[in-house]
């Protein structure tokens, strides 16, 4: 079983219109092997992954399978011959049940035998420890255990190997955990695990081997316990150490003045969070934390209007205002870069362009359009300022890398001058590069004079940029931490306390 | 030159419209040279392509509406033959009660029409956007109810409009040569045109088509850009009535603009519009309209018997949606990638190599396809 290879690829190419995607690439997944995949936005990792599950077909080089060449014409071919796959989005009905999830397009029968599979499904969900019900309407989990559920199918299938792209982006710590030791169960029993994810720790905590990806090149294959973290970041970025140490220590930035930008006074909204009171001050960055479905969303939700307000008071500059829909807080000068950028933030099919001009452009109003000229100005200005990678400026956002898809949501707000922007979760499912260009970005305006609030799932990204940290947990504001008091523990303790 | 690559990608959306025109003038052109041929009669020209542009002028008003139905509601609305009709009854019978006919009866006819229409799209518009109601379920209701409330509104069977400014709007006035329900038409083309250009309608149209909710969070109100289409549906119908009715001299609440939209999905559908929202051509559906007129007078000049020009029809949109299809494109792209390198292979010089081989390339996957 030692170092036995189950899939080898060699000089893998692959190139889209005006985009190389993969130059020459080698990846070898031995047999019980969990093999970290680390690579930037558009390093090619997702087409690499493309290409092992038969979604993309390579434009040159050779898959070997056990030692057979194979050439998957479909995703379907790939299950066939033992690949399973968990992609990043999650790919299930949400109007079927948990249980259909799990089983469907996979009975070789014409009928289905619904007692037999819910029981089937029962028994794995409690087997792997997942909170749902067999016969629950998947819409109705939360997205961690949605993922979870994707997890579940992928395992079922009996694959050799499995392909986890982004698991952990939506889970909590204990689910994380939970996820692990499935993985290292999977593992024992000889299946070769492709692990993708931008959070550094949980690689170093589980797998074997990395291999690192750059610009779609190959840039080594190493062994987990060789590669210092450093190491590894410098090696993803392609930047020298001191380079990325400086990049860590920048500390908090502390408000300079005392007017309130924005002042909410016992905010709830249709979505459930408590009446909950909150001020931002200008040049402040704040942050929520809690853990998943503690509320920080549904918060910054209340403050946009995207969650319909059923009460409270709200005023900026110290002037009450009304804040019922999205429209009525981008005029207040606030910005609102959702959570969910797949599902609220980018509009798929319309240009790059499109995208970065729409916020503002609806702010303008329905009967005052942009001349071309402005608009392509504006995209162009923003495309440098953000270092978005596109090939044009109409080229459709669906298909640039989710990092540049998450700069141009930013551009299309930085673009209306808010005087308070609220960025939840701007660095989910990007890569390490990025995540440190946001976090720059958001000091530098910061600095600037605007406010903003942050929010990421990974704490320390909010250490290093919030000045103060307001902390949830059950749809409750239960404490805030500043200065000398933010640390780590103790928003652990808090939450841990509760309200006390 | 950025500027030339968009105006080409932005033709390669009207390939399938225009590839169709060609193909069926070409068919015509067999059948007798003398297609394009025009006459003068009565002062006005007459022949094949006026005759086209006429038969076309309520489908091509209704597509217009249509297209954007379907970008913004992503789905279709099916009572739009039945709102013409509707809307035309109110034209007839504030006409005939008004005693004397003259040019402002007529105008102030149409305007109330159209304020008819209005209220009719803005019915089917608060089912769609405020009650979630799926589009063709809730324009079904009118769809199967409207021609009852036109005939209604008539209060008898087909009331006859006998005055001459009708009869001049359905036909032609004298001394000018151009039919006049084809002069509408263009003036409403570039009404549309110029709403396209100075508003954002195409903009939140199309945000609202592909993702609703980010719409929302982007300051649009999905469900008043859904309501603003049916409500310019309803215009649209109005118009198509108003022309209709006039053509046909007498209201025929009962054949008027009978399933017309069938015809103007297909027109949407057949310009290169997906019929689930979001982004759409215009001019791809206004081309895709008179193809359809054009494939109708196609079958009857090829002596098709009436009966079976139905059959036809559909055999030739199997064949058309088939070759449009995704996976035809797919193949046709593989193609002409491949022609490409044995051409770029023979030709080295960067350029003049490459232009070379997009023009053999289409070339032989031209011939391919025929």
Same mark, same amino acid.
């Given at each position: 079983?030692?170092?036995?290879?189950i899939?080898k690829?060699?000089?893998? $190419?692959?190139?889209f219109?005006?985009?190389?995607a993969?130059?020459?690439v080698?990846?070898?997944l031995?047999?019980g092997?969990?093999h970290?995949?680390? @690579?930037?936005?558009g390093?090619?990792?997702?087409?690499l992954?493309?290409?092992?599950?038969?979604?993309?077909?390579k434009?040159?080089?050779?898959i070997?399978?056990?030692?057979?060449?194979v050439?998957?014409?479909s995703?379907?071919?790939?299950?066939?011959?033992?690949i399973?796959?968990v992609?990043?989005?999650?790919? !299930?009905?949400?109007?079927?049940?948990?249980?259909?999830?799990?089983?469907?397009?996979?009975?070789?029968?014409?009928?289905?035998q619904?007692k037999?599979?819910n029981?089937k499904?029962a028994?794995?969900?409690?087997?792997?420890?997942?909170?749902?019900s067999?016969t629950q309407?998947?819409?109705?989990c939360s997205?961690?255990v949605?993922q979870?559920i994707?997890?579940a199918?992928?395992?079922? %299938?009996d694959?050799?190997?499995?392909?986890?792209?982004?698991p952990?982006?939506s889970?909590?710590?204990?689910?994380?955990?939970?996820?692990?030791?499935l993985m290292?169960?999977?593992k024992?029993?000889?299946?070769?695990?492709v692990?993708i994810?931008?959070?550094?720790?949980?690689?170093?905590?589980i $797998?074997?081997?990395?291999?690192?990806?750059r610009?779609?090149?190959?840039?080594?294959?190493?062994q987990?316990?060789?590669?210092p973290?450093?190491e590894?970041?410098?090696? %993803?970025?392609?930047?020298?150490?001191?380079?990325?140490?400086t990049?860590?220590?920048q500390?908090?930035l502390k408000?300079?003045?005392?007017?309130s930008?924005?002042?909410a006074?016992?905010?709830?909204s249709?979505?459930?969070?408590?009446p909950?009171?909150f001020?931002?001050q200008?040049?402040?960055?704040n942050?929520f934390?809690?853990?998943l479905?503690?509320?920080?969303?549904?918060?910054?939700?209340?403050?946009f209007?995207?969650?319909?307000?059923?009460?409270g008071?709200?005023?900026?500059?110290?002037?009450r205002?009304?804040?019922?829909t999205?429209?009525?807080?981008? *005029?207040?000068?606030?910005?609102?870069?959702?959570?969910?950028r797949?599902?609220d933030?980018i509009?798929?099919?319309?240009?790059?362009?499109?995208?970065?001009?729409?916020a503002?452009?609806?702010m303008?109003?329905?009967?005052?359009?942009?001349?071309?000229?402005?608009?392509?100005?504006f995209?162009?200005?923003?495309?440098e300022?953000?270092?978005?990678k596109?090939?044009s400026?109409?080229?459709?956002? *669906?298909?640039l $890398? @989710?990092?540049?898809?998450?700069?141009?949501? !930013?551009?299309?707000?930085?673009?209306?001058?808010?005087m308070?922007l609220?960025?939840?979760?701007?660095?989910?499912g990007?890569?390490v590069g990025?995540?440190?260009?946001?976090?720059?970005l958001?000091?530098g305006?910061?600095?600037?004079?605007?406010?903003l609030?942050f929010i990421?799932?990974?704490?320390?990204?909010?250490?290093r940029?919030?000045?103060?940290?307001i902390?949830?947990?059950?749809?409750?504001?239960?404490?805030?931490?500043s200065?000398?008091?933010l640390?780590?523990?103790?928003?652990?303790?808090?939450?841990a306390?509760? &309200?006390e | 030159m950025?500027?030339? *690559?968009?105006?080409?990608?932005?033709l390669?959306?009207?390939?399938l419209?225009?590839s169709?025109?060609?193909l069926l003038?070409i068919?015509?052109?067999?059948k007798?040279a003398?297609?394009f041929s025009i006459? %003068?009669?009565?002062?006005?020209?007459?022949g094949?392509?006026?005759?086209?542009?006429?038969?076309?002028?309520e489908?091509?008003?209704l597509?217009?509406?249509?297209? !954007?139905v379907?970008?913004a509601?992503?789905?279709?609305?099916?009572?739009? @033959?039945?709102?013409?009709?509707?809307?035309?009854?109110v034209?007839?019978?504030f006409v005939?009660?008004a005693?004397?006919?003259?040019?402002l009866?007529?105008?102030?006819?149409?305007l109330?029409?159209?304020?008819?229409?209005l209220?009719v799209?803005?019915?089917?518009?608060?089912?769609?956007s405020?009650?979630?109601?799926?589009p063709?379920v809730a324009?079904?209701?009118?769809f199967l109810?409207?021609?009852?409330?036109a005939?209604?509104?008539?209060?008898?069977?087909s009331?006859?409009?006998a005055?001459?400014?009708s009869?001049?709007?359905?036909?032609v006035?004298?001394g000018?040569?151009?039919?006049?329900?084809?002069?509408?038409?263009?003036v409403?083309i570039?009404?549309i045109?110029?709403?396209?250009?100075?508003?954002?309608?195409?903009?939140?149209?199309e945000?609202? @088509?592909?993702?609703?909710?980010?719409?929302?969070?982007n300051?649009i109100?999905p469900?008043k850009?859904?309501?603003?289409?049916?409500?310019?549906?309803?215009?649209?119908?109005?118009?198509? &009535?108003?022309i209709?009715?006039n053509?046909?001299?007498r209201?025929d609440?009962?054949?008027?603009?009978?399933?017309i939209?069938?015809?103007?999905?297909l027109?949407?559908?057949?310009?290169?519009?997906?019929l689930g929202?979001?982004?759409f051509?215009?001019?791809g559906?206004?081309i895709?309209?008179y193809?359809?007129?054009?494939?109708?007078?196609?079958?009857?000049? !090829?002596?098709?018997e009436?009966?079976?020009?139905?059959?036809?029809?559909?055999?030739f949109?199997i064949?058309l949606?088939?070759?449009?299809?995704?996976?035809?494109?797919?193949?046709?792209g593989k193609?002409?990638?491949?022609?490409?390198?044995?051409?770029?292979?023979n030709?080295?010089?960067k350029?003049?190599?490459?232009?070379?081989?997009v023009?053999?390339?289409?070339d032989?996957?031209?011939?391919?396809?025929?």
């Amino acid at each position: 079983m030692l170092s036995e290879n189950i899939l080898k690829m060699e000089g893998i $190419s692959k190139s889209f219109p005006g985009v190389r995607a993969l130059h020459n690439v080698d990846f070898v997944l031995r047999k019980g092997d969990i093999h970290a995949l680390m @690579g930037e936005n558009g390093a090619g990792k997702s087409t690499l992954i493309k290409i092992i599950t038969g979604v993309y077909e390579k434009d040159a080089g050779q898959i070997v399978l056990d030692g057979r060449p194979v050439n998957f014409k479909s995703p379907q071919d790939a299950q066939n011959m033992g690949i399973g796959t968990v992609f990043q989005e999650i790919a !299930l009905c949400p109007n079927l049940t948990v249980a259909e999830n799990m089983f469907i397009g996979r009975s070789r029968n014409a009928f289905v035998q619904w007692k037999q599979m819910n029981a089937k499904a029962a028994q794995m969900l409690s087997s792997l420890g997942i909170p749902a019900s067999p016969t629950q309407e998947l819409s109705s989990c939360s997205i961690a255990v949605q993922q979870m559920i994707a997890i579940a199918r992928a395992v079922d %299938m009996d694959c050799k190997i499995l392909i986890l792209d982004e698991p952990t982006s939506s889970l909590d710590e204990d689910e994380v955990k939970k996820l692990f030791e499935l993985m290292r169960k999977l593992k024992a029993r000889g299946v070769g695990i492709v692990f993708i994810t931008h959070f550094l720790d949980q690689v170093y905590e589980i $797998s074997d081997r990395i291999t690192v990806l750059r610009n779609g090149e190959l840039i080594g294959e190493y062994q987990t316990s060789e590669l210092p973290q450093i190491e590894l970041i410098s090696k %993803m970025m392609g930047k020298a150490l001191s380079d990325v140490s400086t990049m860590k220590k920048q500390g908090p930035l502390k408000s300079d003045s005392s007017v309130s930008v924005f002042e909410a006074t016992a905010l709830s909204s249709a979505a459930g969070v408590r009446p909950f009171n909150f001020t931002i001050q200008k040049g402040e960055v704040n942050g929520f934390a809690g853990l998943l479905g503690s509320g920080r969303s549904e918060c910054v939700r209340a403050i946009f209007a995207a969650d319909k307000v059923t009460s409270g008071e709200v005023k900026m500059n110290g002037k009450r205002v009304k804040i019922k829909t999205p429209l009525n807080a981008m *005029k207040q000068g606030i910005g609102y870069l959702p959570e969910d950028r797949k599902g609220d933030g980018i509009i798929a099919d319309l240009s790059v362009r499109d995208n970065i001009i729409l916020a503002l452009q609806v702010m303008k109003g329905f009967f005052k359009p942009l001349s071309r000229k402005q608009a392509e100005e504006f995209s162009n200005q923003y495309i440098e300022k953000l270092s978005i990678k596109t090939p044009s400026i109409n080229t459709p956002i *669906k298909s640039l $890398s @989710g990092g540049n898809q998450q700069k141009v949501i !930013l551009a299309r707000w930085l673009l209306t001058h808010p005087m308070y922007l609220i960025l939840d979760e701007p660095t989910r499912g990007i890569d390490v590069g990025t995540k440190v260009e946001i976090q720059k970005l958001v000091l530098g305006l910061a600095e600037d004079g605007m406010s903003l609030t942050f929010i990421s799932s990974e704490i320390d990204e909010m250490l290093r940029t919030c000045s103060r940290m307001i902390v949830m947990k059950d749809r409750e504001i239960v404490g805030e931490l500043s200065e000398m008091n933010l640390t780590e523990q103790n928003v652990m303790r808090v939450i841990a306390q509760g &309200g006390e | 030159m950025t500027r030339l *690559k968009e105006h080409l990608s932005h033709l390669s959306h009207l390939f399938l419209p225009l590839s169709v025109l060609v193909l069926l003038i070409i068919i015509n052109l067999i059948k007798g040279a003398d297609y394009f041929s025009i006459t %003068m009669v009565n002062g006005a020209f007459y022949g094949n392509i006026p005759n086209i542009l006429f038969g076309a002028s309520e489908l091509v008003i209704l597509t217009i509406g249509m297209t !954007l139905v379907s970008a913004a509601s992503q789905g279709q609305d099916i009572s739009i @033959g039945e709102i013409a009709t509707i809307t035309s009854a109110v034209f007839v019978l504030f006409v005939l009660n008004a005693g004397q006919v003259t040019l402002l009866t007529i105008i102030a006819g149409f305007l109330i029409s159209c304020v008819a229409g209005l209220v009719v799209g803005a019915f089917n518009g608060i089912l769609v956007s405020g009650f979630k109601v799926q589009p063709m379920v809730a324009t079904l209701i009118l769809f199967l109810g409207g021609r009852s409330i036109a005939f209604m509104i008539d209060g008898k069977l087909s009331p006859i409009l006998a005055n001459n400014i009708s009869n001049q709007i359905g036909t032609v006035i004298p001394g000018v040569p151009i039919q006049t329900p084809i002069i509408l038409t263009v003036v409403f083309i570039v009404i549309i045109a110029v709403v396209l250009k100075t508003t954002n309608l195409r903009l939140y149209v199309e945000s609202v @088509g592909i993702n609703p909710s980010a719409a929302r969070l982007n300051g649009i109100n999905p469900k008043k850009i859904i309501f603003l289409t049916f409500l310019i549906m309803g215009v649209c119908a109005a118009v198509a &009535g108003f022309i209709a009715v006039n053509k046909a001299g007498r209201h025929d609440s009962v054949n008027l603009l009978k399933l017309i939209m069938m015809d103007a999905i297909l027109a949407v559908a057949i310009g290169g519009n997906s019929l689930g929202g979001g982004k759409f051509s215009m001019s791809g559906s206004i081309i895709g309209a008179y193809t359809i007129e054009m494939l109708n007078r196609t079958l009857l000049r !090829l002596e098709v018997e009436p009966e079976a020009i139905k059959a036809f029809k559909a055999v030739f949109i199997i064949i058309l949606m088939v070759i449009a299809s995704p996976v035809v494109r797919v193949f046709a792209g593989k193609v002409l990638d491949k022609a490409k390198t044995i051409v770029a292979g023979n030709s080295l010089p960067k350029t003049g190599g490459l232009n070379n081989a997009v023009v053999s390339s289409t070339d032989t996957s031209g011939k391919k396809e025929k």
